[in-house]
């Protein structure tokens, strides 16, 4: 019977990693997995639902019924942009001061809300208006949950100096099932979209297309209760009913950085802009959010909807074959990350730039042949993996200052929307289908510089991380030899040795304070 047992183990610990030695700890990670990831997952999927559904509408009558001409969709979407970088710092810091159950809460009720108002709309300006308003409260929602993760789960191997035992780093994993969650909103606004065009189209007097913004604010109003209700916020503000008071005391030591920076005050600023971690991450999602323009201009919904042979329900059902590679990829990435010790982030980042790259050569090179178009939009769907890998490596070099990390988290969306604002208003128009010329060179060009930008990353990483094991050879007193090692460790060892050696000099310098 064991024997039987250890095929499906092994498998469970490869894909979510090895569980905590401890039965306390693998409780209260499994409390946290129930209570933290169920709940931002869910309303980041409800949140990309309630995004695509105005894609979704559009090539199911909305265009028709509205009377919309030109590149009305374009700027539907860049108001929607504009938005979203108006509400995403503020957002973020407003998650420091607000216990994030109470205002994660309140924007996923406010967008739902707005939503619901999408099925009144008799003109493109009406959606521009709720749209832009609804960003505001969506902005709440991706870079929140990433800084709510890195409060709760490891980026690193942890290693037990007693037992030896290595448990493998959590948050590329819960990053990935994350942002997956928000794919696969996408895909299922595709497939409601398809059957309400079917089922329910003219019901009561409603197009198909405003019955879906109904039913998505019916979708929504449970995931706010259920957030009101059980989120836990993050372990120093967590007053969750079933969290025991020790449990939450071992959430706080299980990932708490003993360097950690938390005061906000005026040095914020100079701690931020001081440091090339601001300026570098938000570089790399501006290059890592356009590689995703050809999912998020859904280029391939305007392709097909540019052929007349394709039906309304071929429209809505192909292009959830991209979102589905996106799911694949940011999974199979991100347990490349987690088992290779969080220290490779930036192979994903080549891996990405290298398939989009492919795809974007596909479409110069035939942008007519069905074959071609098909193979060029579902390799691009592996742009996807970029949203948890990058803010995973953003959490793992930001996790010593609570406030660098929460602002270079929002800094790293704010930037990547302020600069789709025009990028897609320029060179992804709906007016440039079926060829896409612009936009496959400009994508070309992202992809050159995601690898070159992720290569200076790296560097830098190495470099600050050479430091800091001379500052705790200063401190400890440790031999030159035993220095030298914890230095190489970073990329010389497998990742089971190099952790083992960081906690170690951890629970050295710990000694040697007290």
Not at 70 to 90: A, H, K, Q, R, S
Not at 341 to 358: E, K, P
Request: charged fraction near 15%; aromatic fraction near 14%; glycine fraction near 6%.
């Amino acid at each position: 019977m064991v024997s039987l047992l250890a095929g499906p183990k092994k498998v469970r610990n490869f894909l979510w990693g090895e569980p905590p030695s401890d039965p306390a700890e693998r409780k209260l990670l499994f409390k946290i997995d129930w209570f933290v990831l169920s709940y931002v997952c869910s309303v980041y999927w409800v949140n990309y639902l309630d995004r695509s559904n105005v894609s979704n509408a559009y090539v199911s009558g909305m265009k028709a019924d509205l009377n919309m001409k030109g590149d009305e969709f374009n700027v539907i979407n860049t108001v929607f942009t504009v938005g979203y970088i108006v509400g995403m710092v503020p957002n973020n810091i407003m998650l420091l001061k607000v216990r994030p159950k109470y205002w994660l809460t309140f924007c996923c009720a406010a967008w739902g809300l707005l939503t619901l108002g999408l099925y009144k709309v008799h003109s493109y300006r009406q959606i521009c208006a709720i749209r832009f308003f609804q960003a505001l409260f969506e902005s709440s929602t991706f870079s929140g949950s990433h800084l709510i993760l890195g409060s709760w789960y490891n980026s690193e191997d942890i290693v037990n100096i007693d037992t030896g035992r290595v448990q493998t780093s959590e948050l590329a994993k819960r990053s990935a099932i994350f942002t997956g969650s928000g794919l696969l909103g996408s895909i299922f606004s595709s497939f409601m979209q398809a059957a309400i065009h079917t089922n329910m189209d003219g019901y009561r007097g409603l197009a198909g297309w405003r019955w879906l913004f109904i039913i998505d604010f019916i979708i929504t109003v449970p995931i706010c209760i259920y957030g009101f209700v059980f989120f836990p916020d993050t372990p120093d503000t967590c007053k969750a009913f079933y969290f025991k008071a020790e449990e939450i005391e071992m959430a706080k030591a299980r990932v708490k950085n003993p360097k950690m920076e938390s005061h906000f005050d005026w040095s914020v600023i100079r701690r931020v802009i001081g440091r090339w971690h601001w300026w570098l991450f938000s570089f790399l999602w501006v290059l890592g959010g356009e590689n995703e323009s050809f999912g998020s201009n859904s280029l391939f919904a305007l392709w097909l909807k540019n052929d007349p042979s394709y039906t309304v329900a071929q429209i809505n059902h192909y292009p959830m074959g991209m979102y589905g590679v996106g799911i694949v990829a940011t999974f199979c990435c991100a347990l490349y990350v987690d088992h290779t010790g969080g220290r490779y982030h930036w192979h994903v980042a080549v891996f990405i730039a290298l398939s989009v790259l492919i795809s974007a050569i596909m479409i110069l090179a035939n942008p007519l042949k069905t074959s071609v178009m098909f193979a060029a939009q579902y390799i691009s769907g592996i742009s996807y993996a970029g949203q948890a890998t990058f803010f995973a490596w953003a959490n793992l070099v930001t996790r010593h200052d609570l406030q660098e990390r929460a602002i270079v988290l929002a800094s790293m969306n704010m930037f990547s929307g302020a600069v789709n604002a025009w990028y897609s208003l320029l060179l992804y128009k709906a007016t440039t289908v079926p060829k896409f010329r612009p936009g496959a060179i400009a994508m070309i060009c992202t992809t050159v510089l995601t690898i070159i930008t992720a290569a200076v990353i790296r560097y830098l990483q190495l470099r600050e991380q050479k430091n800091e094991k001379l500052n705790l050879h200063m401190i400890t007193g440790k031999s030159s030899d035993s220095t030298d090692l914890e230095i190489g460790s970073v990329e010389g060892l497998p990742a089971k040795s190099s952790a083992k050696v960081e906690v170690l000099a951890m629970d050295s310098k710990e000694k040697e304070l007290v």
